[in-house]
């Protein structure tokens, strides 16, 4: 049963495509395939792994190709789909529709005959758009990586009043898997005191922390995983210690 | 003559608010009057500064109220504009005129009955939008905060690509005033070397940096200017210093 997880938060900089590449990463080295299909315009997926293609999501959204002819091997048992600026023209055609219950589902209906993967991860970037609802009515999971900012809960706030309105659409359930807290620095007293806050509002849907290394930040500069680039850092181990802990709370 | 001033970088989380905050106090503290006008649906302009207003800059995107009625003070001789989710409601709006070339163009024919101010300044957020487009042709300067990865270089070139399609219609110059390096931390090699490749691409608009400084996350959380929650801090002094380099290059 493949699991499709979407990562999320409006909030920029939070450490989502770090967590998606690594948490994947982490899997398939573990021997799952995993497919991480890249929903940010900016391409950050495809940039933090070294892989470009010509096509791109656009191309699935906008029917212009199926899935599988857009699906490139990043890793052993890691594919990804691309994205790039044409998913700008994605949303406009999108909205064109003139019919947002009928637009926010043309994902869920293209890729329903992708197969073969354990988990599908969804980089959801921090847009709110029509293409953002599409993955969350694709998903049947959400992943919530936030930095150690107050504003932290108000972004989490947000995610999930989209939870709940997706929520109220028949037929779909979108679970909040886990709240990710990133960049965590525990001799700031801001810092704990944010991941103290995060325990006590969603005690049991709160990972264990992803600690500040400025690994990740350069792995991704060298566009490799952090097990390819430092596997013995802070970064390997925490986003190691992530991998089991979805693994457990499937 | 008002500077009209768009603060953009798509990349999420590089101190866009954050600065837009602090140069827009710091500006208004010197006897500048200033707008500022929350262009990201996320609408953390009016959560930094602990302002609410029922009216957002979706009313005026969508038509529903001058500007003049959706302006509301925040402190001393700064005035905001607020945003909020319906935003996303008015990008649709846009693409539904099916006319891009007009529909890039509204906030800036609604805005020209705004007087008073000597710099107006545009959050624009992360998004590559329609709404983006509204601010880029609505302003007359360009700045853009990065922080220090290897990836910032890609999205100032983004950035660059968006200023070039929009520099090709006739009439309407756009300059790059500056490029703003935030969360500077001098300790990290990564952190030198990224800002050391600004200033030799980018000579003469590289600002002075923002030193990282957790002053500035928690002024924010505290709904607080930099200069009114700790006025002797690294933040403080660093964006005083922001204030007259943009000052300095009109
Ligand atoms: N734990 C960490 N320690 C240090 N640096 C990190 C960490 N996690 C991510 N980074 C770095 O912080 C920056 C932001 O991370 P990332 O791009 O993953 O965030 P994002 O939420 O995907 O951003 P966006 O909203 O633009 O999509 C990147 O340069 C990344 O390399
Ligand atoms: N120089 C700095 N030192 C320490 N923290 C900072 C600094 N500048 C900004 N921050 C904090 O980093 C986080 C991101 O900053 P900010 O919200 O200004 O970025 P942004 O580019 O506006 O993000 P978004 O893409 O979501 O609009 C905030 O919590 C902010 O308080
Ligand atoms: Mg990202
Ligand atoms: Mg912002």
Redesign the pocket.
């Known amino acids: 049963m493949t699991r499709i997880i979407s990562v999320l938060n409006y ?3 939070t450490g989502k495509t770090t967590t998606v590449v690594n948490l994947a990463a982490g899997l398939a080295l573990r021997g799952h395939p995993v497919l991480c299909v890249d929903l940010d315009v900016q391409g950050s997926l495809g940039t933090s792994l070294g892989i470009n293609h010509v096509r791109s999501v656009a191309d699935v959204l906008l029917g212009y190709a199926p899935p599988q002819s857009c699906i490139v091997p990043a890793r052993e048992r890691l594919d990804v789909i691309l994205s790039d600026q044409r998913l700008l023209r994605a949303e406009g055609e999108l909205w064109r529709m003139g019919d947002e219950r009928a637009a926010r589902r043309v994902l869920a209906y293209s890729m329903r005959q992708v197969q073969g993967y354990d988990f599908i991860f969804l980089d959801c970037g ?1 847009s709110m758009s029509l293409v953002t609802q599409n993955a969350l009515l694709y998903a049947g999971e959400l992943l919530v990586p936030v930095s150690m ?1 107050y ?1 932290a809960m108000i972004g989490i706030r947000q995610v999930l009043d989209t939870l709940k309105d997706i929520g109220r659409i028949p037929g779909h359930r979108l679970r909040l898997t886990g709240i990710v807290p990133t960049m965590y620095y525990g001799r700031l007293r801001k810092d704990r005191e944010v991941l103290s806050l995060l325990q006590h509002y969603f005690s049991g849907q709160v990972t264990p922390p992803i600690r500040r290394n400025v690994r990740l930040a350069e792995a991704a500069g060298q566009q490799q995983t952090i097990y390819e680039y430092a596997p013995a850092s802070h970064g390997a181990m925490d986003y190691a210690a992530l991998v089991e802990w979805i693994a457990d709370h499937a």
């Open positions: 909030k920029g900089g921090h900012n504003l």
